[in-house]
């Protein structure tokens, strides 16, 4: 028989199985009986209990092939197990099962009565006649010998200018040349013919034949035809199933698409009976959690499973877990819980919805559930936040104003000084998630004026304002503010920072320095009245020249002392307000970025960069920290031993990238006498050169060194470093020593190291020099004075 063909048409439920059990086809008939949806590759433990599973099991070990047995046993359907159904059982040649449902026998037959007789109605045989030939299908009769006795019209019409006197008194052997049909077929239907006479039961087949032209699908029955109480012949009704059979391929491919459609979803999507029966799962759903839904119900998944809610502490009664919930018939959404196996302690956390599942009446059949494993988002938000922490740990860390607010001038970021700043000038309290504008509602003053400062940084520009502000009677304070843009990963503006701090002492030492001027352009004035009326005293006028020319000279080296400070001030205001803001600026944004990017795959690249970019900001902060050190005027003397300088420096740098491809060496000449001198900056000096020959190897270079020589004194030490790194230009080395000047744009340093190196041998009274070969080589040469002897 051919396994493709399933009886769409018939009122009775079949279906097609493998030697393991799986839906291969199935009619509507058995898809209506079982009252679920049936997919195709479905265990048939999914459709009849498990004592009927054991009785199929034993069947397929005795059926032989071609082979038809009867078996009853009832469906596990929607609500309840169906009455017990007695099925024909079939093993074909391609070792395909196939069940049949057979018709319910008739009971006891009924006492005819004079009422009942009077009632039945009467068919003529010529009423019979035609109703038998205007049907669509193939209807014949054969007697005890297997003659045709009766064919009707349409099996003329398709047997193709044949006549019913071709027919009758042919055996099916007789009739199959002329049909054009193959013995093979017409052995099967002469063996069912004998069948129905020697059982005296109905037989059901599929066959096809196949034509020069096309092949013809066909469904058959046969069933015994009795006269005066035994069987005289055999009735066959025969129908052509072609386009059904084109109709049941497309609906088959139809679901096959569907359910690969449906374990393709990211979605895992799950479906369970009233009995708690898992009914159907994709593949997702499978691996979501941690059991198989294949073949376990909720009772038993319970046992193995924990459930929690998100804190992984609190028990999650199964009451609300939501696919559960459902069965009551209460529809939830994004509901998050934590699933555990209790066996491996394997958990994931799981955002599921879930709603009742009902049939075509409305009645509730059980409830559906699609849901998402989301634990990688979950650890990913855990780490966001960390970073966020850190960052903001950062940002307090400063005594800076720090704000960063979105287009809609809600706050992203701030830390305690621009808190407090803002309290002190607006009145008001903010933190993180507040609106300025809406804060400011009572005072559309202030609120005007944040928005005209904002503005322009929320255009994509970025520029420095100063701001005063009245803090109480009589107390005017100044702010200087830097504002910048802040992009996403588009480069579209989605926010603005500002990084600010008070003036006021900087201006009032501007303000001291005017005095100083002009104060100093009168006394100037004085003295030359002083030197005019001293013009008459040869010797006294000498005098006055030279008291007012070393005056002169002590006041412009003051000046010109307040300007350069005044000078590294403005520079050091800058560079902070840059280097701080430019990695916060980063940092805030790729967090913004982080918030609004649905490909999760993308955030370890995103945490990546803040962690440089924080990085780059804790350096900056040391170099800070460096300069700000060696520039105290405390000096204090010790006795230095500058082998366990150098490893100290070492010690201290051994984590420097590059480090351990350099070789770091220590040789002493001259007289060993004690030399004393400033520890503190002298560690500065060290960690500076040595941490600078590291950064800048020569990649092209077999090997790298630095060699460190000490030429000791009673009266000082002259130390020479020298390395064989990628050397300096020579128009860079008249400003390598300058404030922020940077020779190299290979690493990211800060631009104070050498600066903070020529300060730091100034304040112990000392000299450096510099000798470089660009590509090849670099040496400074320090000299210092013994601080005992001074």
């Known amino acids: 028989m051919d396994a493709e063909i399933f009886f769409q048409l018939s009122p009775l439920a079949q279906c097609c199985l493998t030697p393991d059990l799986l839906l291969v086809k199935w009619n509507d008939a058995f898809e209506q009986l079982a009252g679920i949806p049936v997919w195709a590759n479905d265990p048939l433990q999914k459709f009849i209990p498990a004592k009927a599973l054991k009785e199929v099991h034993a069947l397929i070990t005795s059926l032989n092939n071609g082979e038809t047995k009867e078996l009853t046993f009832a469906l596990r359907t929607n609500t309840v197990k169906t009455a017990p159904i007695t099925w024909k059982t079939h093993l074909n040649q391609d070792n395909l099962l196939y069940f049949i449902q057979l018709q319910n026998q008739p009971g006891p037959k009924a006492k005819e009565t004079k009422e009942t007789a009077k009632k039945a109605p009467s068919i003529s045989l010529d009423s019979l006649t035609s109703m038998v030939n205007q049907s669509g299908d193939l209807i014949s009769r054969f007697d005890k010998q297997l003659r045709f006795t009766f064919v009707n019209q349409e099996l003329l019409r398709q047997a193709k200018k044949l006549t019913t006197g071709q027919f009758l008194g042919k055996t099916t052997k007789e009739m199959a040349p002329l049909l054009g049909i193959s013995q093979e077929n017409f052995t099967q239907w002469t063996n069912d013919l004998q069948q129905v006479l020697d059982t005296g039961k109905e037989v059901m087949h599929h066959n096809h034949v196949n034509l020069p032209t096309h092949t013809v699908h066909f469904q058959t029955m046969m069933f015994p035809d009795y006269s005066d109480g035994a069987i005289s012949g055999v009735l066959v009704i025969t129908r052509i199933i072609n386009e059904l059979k084109n109709t049941e391929v497309k609906l088959r491919e139809q679901k096959n698409l569907l359910k690969l459609v449906f374990d393709c979803m990211q979605e895992g999507v799950m479906v369970i009976d009233l009995e708690k ?129 979105d287009k809609n001038y809600s706050i992203l970021a701030i830390n305690s000084p621009g808190r407090k700043s803002f309290a002190n000038v607006a009145g008001k309290l903010i933190d993180k998630d507040s609106n300025l504008i809406e804060v400011l509602a009572n005072r559309p003053d202030l609120a005007e004026g944040v928005k005209l400062s904002w503005y322009r940084a929320l255009q994509g520009e970025t520029y420095m304002m100063m701001h005063e502000a009245e803090m109480g009677s009589n107390d005017t304070r100044y702010f200087e503010s830097v504002y910048s843009p802040m992009y996403d990963a588009k480069g579209s503006v989605i926010g603005a920072t500002m990084v600010g701090r008070e003036v006021t002492e900087k201006l009032e030492q501007e303000s001291e320095i005017k005095e100083l001027v002009n104060r100093l352009m009168k006394l100037n004035q004085q ?36 300007a350069a400070r005044n000078f590294e001030l403005d520079q050091l205001v800058y560079k902070m307000s840059h280097d701080i803001r430019s990695p916060l600026t980063s940092v805030l944004g790729l967090t913004n970025v982080m918030k609004v990017d649905p490909d999760q795959s993308q955030w370890p690249v995103y945490i990546n960069h803040i962690e440089n970019r924080v990085l780059t900001l804790d350096r900056f902060v040391q170099s800070m920290i460096s300069y700000a050190k060696a520039n105290r005027n405390v000096t204090e003397a010790q006795l230095i031993d500058f082998g366990a300088l150098l490893e100290q420096s070492k010690h201290d740098l051994a984590y420097m990238k590059g480090f351990d491809s350099i070789d770091i060496t220590l040789e002493y000449k001259g007289e060993n006498s004690a030399f004393y001198g400033d520890l503190f900056r002298l560690k500065i000096l060290f960690n500076n050169i040595v941490s600078n020959a590291i950064k800048y190897q020569n990649p092209y270079a077999e090997s790298h060194y630095l060699q460190v020589l000490v030429d000791q004194t009673p009266k000082q030490a002259v130390l020479t470093f020298t390395d064989n790194g990628i050397g300096i230009k020579e ?3 008249a400003k390598i020593f300058d404030m922020f000047y940077r020779a190299t744009e290979h690493t990211d340093g800060s631009g104070l190291g050498l600066y903070i190196v020529k300060q730091t041998v100034e304040k112990m009274k000392g000299k450096i020099s510099l000798e470089s070969q660009y590509g090849k080589m670099t040496k400074f040469i320090v000299v210092l004075p013994n601080m005992e002897k001074a």
């Open 277 to 405: 029966n898992f009914v159907l799962s994709n593949k997702t759903a499978r691996t979501a959690i941690p059991i198989d839904l294949s073949t376990k119900n909720y009772e038993e998944w319970a046992q193995q499973v924990e459930s929690f809610y998100p804190d992984k502490k609190t028990i999650l009664p199964p009451e609300e877990i939501p696919v559960i919930k459902a069965l009551s018939g209460e529809t939830v959404f994004d509901h998050l819980g934590y699933y555990k196996h209790k066996k491996t302690k394997e958990g994931v956390f799981i955002i599921m919805n879930a709603s009742p599942l009902t049939d075509a009446s409305g009645k509730l059949i059980g409830a559906v559930a699609v849901f998402n494993n989301v634990s990688d988002r979950i650890k990913t938000q855990e780490q966001i936040a960390s970073s966020l922490a850190t960052l903001q740990g950062i940002i307090e860390s400063t005594q800076d104003m720090v704000v960063a607010i």
């Open 527 to 562: 003295f030359e009245e002083k030197n005019k009326a001293l013009l008459a005293g040869e010797e006294e006028l000498s005098a006055a020249n030279e008291e007012l020319k070393t005056q002169q000279e002590e006041l412009q080296h003051t000046v010109d002392e307040l």
């Open 731 to 733: 128009d860079h080395i």
